[in-house]
């Protein structure tokens, strides 16, 4: 999935996501957003923290190949 800029009501571009909060990005991915708090709490996938937020960066998750979704 790539990002792309949309023109704002200001007649500038918004800036492209830079960040997924857990549950935007297991919707990208294809996957239950418990799998991704239980790689975060692993440290297995690559996070920020922004008090209780947990935000991952959106170059990882367009990166990794999403899962095939079940009939």
Same mark, same amino acid.
């Given at each position: ?27 990208? &991915? #294809? ?8 790689? $975060?709490?692993? %440290?297995?996938?690559?996070? *920020? =923290? &922004? #008090? ?8 990882? $998750?367009?990166? %990794?190949?999403?899962?095939? *979704? =079940?009939?």
């Amino acid at each position: 999935m790539t990002t792309m800029s949309q023109p704002a009501s200001n007649g500038f571009p918004a800036p492209a996501r830079r960040f997924y909060r857990v549950k935007d990005a297991a919707e990208v &991915l #294809g996957v239950p957003p418990r799998t991704l708090y239980h790689l $975060v709490e692993r %440290e297995q996938i690559p996070c *920020r =923290r &922004l #008090g209780t937020v947990i935000l991952l960066p959106a170059a990882w $998750v367009d990166s %990794e190949p999403t899962m095939p *979704r =079940r009939r």
